[in-house]
């Protein structure tokens, strides 16, 4: 496993982004309201607010704790020696979520500063793009104990792992379709309940597979 140090000289442009991040919310923060939005509802409404600081740098914060977590895993995680196997689809990851929360940073900013007006649909496109970006490489996921869909049953079993994994995938994807979908046909549906279908339904196979191996 290659050393912490070339692993951040890989990582160049994500440390940019997360600078990137800092930067932006100092330069705004002379601008923005003693409170800001923090938090959206299931249908990308505004139902949370903060301090002037926290949305200034609380996101690039997040975003930094986040890397360093990415960064660390792979050293401490009982079966290190599988993440050799999905190295490539592990950096895509550490971009991807970075890059959503750099981009929910931006908006958060603008919507702040009274730069552009919030609009329920900005939310649910970038949450239905992570789940959908998530979902196209979810099968490449070796067998770990933190990246992935971890029950009991997967980490029990590499089979269960795998299986469970393949069925996920292209159900992520299509939950991230429906949804972007059903926003720009102007259909009101709770995000909420396409996420819950997503998460329980590979759940419920992974114990119904481990059951079928065990019978095996």
Request: glycine content about 8%.
């Amino acid at each position: 496993m290659q050393k912490i140090s070339d692993t951040l000289k890989k990582d160049w442009l994500i440390l940019i982004l997360i600078i990137f991040g800092f930067a932006l919310g100092a330069y705004f923060y002379p601008s923005l309201p003693d409170t800001v939005p923090t938090h959206w509802n299931s249908s990308g409404e505004v139902d949370g607010y903060g301090s002037k600081l926290f949305g200034a740098f609380g996101l690039p914060a997040i975003s930094l704790g986040l890397y360093v977590m990415f960064l660390v895993i792979p050293y401490i995680d009982p079966k290190r020696q599988n993440y050799a196997g999905f190295k490539s689809t592990y950096q895509f990851m550490k971009y991807l979520i970075i890059m959503f929360f750099v981009g929910i940073e931006v908006m958060t900013l603008l919507i702040a500063s009274g730069v552009i007006v919030n609009k329920p649909i900005f939310t649910q496109i970038m949450v239905s793009l992570l789940f959908i970006l998530i979902g196209n490489v979810m099968g490449r996921f070796k067998h770990n104990y933190f990246v992935g869909i971890r029950t009991p049953w997967t980490l029990a079993n590499e089979e269960v792992w795998r299986k469970t994994h393949r069925l996920a995938a292209p159900l992520w994807v299509f939950g991230g379709i429906i949804n972007i979908l059903l926003v720009f046909m102007g259909i009101n549906f709770n995000f909420v309940i396409i996420v819950g279908i997503i998460a329980i339904v590979p759940i419920v196979y992974s114990y119904i597979a481990y059951q079928q191996v065990l019978k095996e």
